[in-house]
């Protein structure tokens, strides 16, 4: 079986979120200080700040490093499987 279940897609979507906001937390650092004290101006005051946040998340969450995620899952998946139904067969 090739195709995750929505629980499994989800799960890994969770991961990739996290493991982002750790790599990028100084990024997200350098917005937040930029925001605080802010209300309407962040919007153009922060603009740039708030692009990197977004360009430093999609090195993780972006359709490439989610595809690479969901293969490497499956393979471990399909691995755990042929090792159990080998501890099975014997």
Same mark, same amino acid.
């Given at each position: 079986?090739?195709?995750?279940?929505? &629980?499994?897609?989800?799960?890994?979507? !969770?991961?990739?979120?996290? !493991?982002?906001?750790?790599?990028?937390? $100084?990024?997200? !650092?350098?917005?937040?200080d930029c925001a605080t004290g802010r209300t309407?101006?962040? /919007?153009?005051?922060? &603009?740039?700040?708030?692009?990197?946040?977004?360009?430093?998340? @999609?090195? @993780?969450?972006? $359709?490439? $490093?989610?595809?690479?995620?969901?293969?490497?899952?499956?393979?471990? &998946?399909?691995?755990?499987?042929?090792?159990?139904?080998?501890?099975?067969? /014997?």
């Amino acid at each position: 079986m090739n195709a995750l279940s929505r &629980r499994e897609e989800e799960t890994l979507l !969770k991961t990739a979120k996290a !493991k982002a906001l750790k790599e990028c937390d $100084p990024v997200v !650092k350098e917005f937040a200080d930029c925001a605080t004290g802010r209300t309407f101006s962040v /919007a153009w005051a922060c &603009r740039e700040k708030y692009k990197d946040v977004q360009d430093c998340m @999609y090195q @993780y969450t972006g $359709p490439e $490093p989610m595809a690479a995620m969901r293969a490497e899952y499956l393979r471990l &998946r399909n691995e755990q499987q042929a090792s159990r139904d080998a501890t099975q067969a /014997a």
